[in-house]
């Protein structure tokens, strides 16, 4: 049984940091591209950061570029993202997700996995 599991959101003020994990199991975590989405209230889910298998190629959407850092860990199954400057426009409910591909991918329906989500909230 695949499961992602996302711990490490929460409440911060805005300027602060957030480093939520998602840890994987029941797959084999090396040959996975990962991702991790975010979805606001009345927002469509979109792309964060994404990850290639070996972890030498990354995308960040232009939002948080500079911002937040994707890494893994494949000794761990293990794909992190440090938050930094977190402003209130980053609100919402962040996915971890899997898929079977070799490269980075930003498209959601190329992720055959999904964690259960982790809510972040940036206070003002």
């Known amino acids: 049984q695949v499961q992602l599991v996302e711990p490490g959101g929460g409440l911060v003020q805005a300027g602060g940091s957030l480093s939520p994990s998602c840890a994987a199991s029941?797959?084999?975590?090396?040959?996975?591209?990962m991702g991790w989405f975010r979805q606001a209230p009345g927002n469509e889910r979109e792309i964060v950061a994404a990850?290639?298998?070996?972890?030498?190629?990354?995308y960040y959407a232009n939002s948080v570029k500079g911002r937040f850092t994707i890494s893994r860990d494949n000794a761990k199954n293990t794909v992190y993202l440090q938050m930094n400057a977190l402003n209130p426009e980053d609100t919402a409910v962040y996915y971890c997700?899997?898929?079977?591909?070799?490269?980075?991918?930003?498209?959601?329906?190329?992720?055959?996995?999904w964690g259960q989500g982790t809510q972040v909230t940036v206070s003002s």
């Open positions: 997700a899997a898929a079977m591909r070799l490269a980075v991918t930003l498209r959601t329906n190329h992720y055959d996995y």
């Open positions: 029941g797959l084999t975590f090396s040959v996975l591209a």
């Open positions: 990850i290639s298998p070996s972890g030498g190629s990354t």
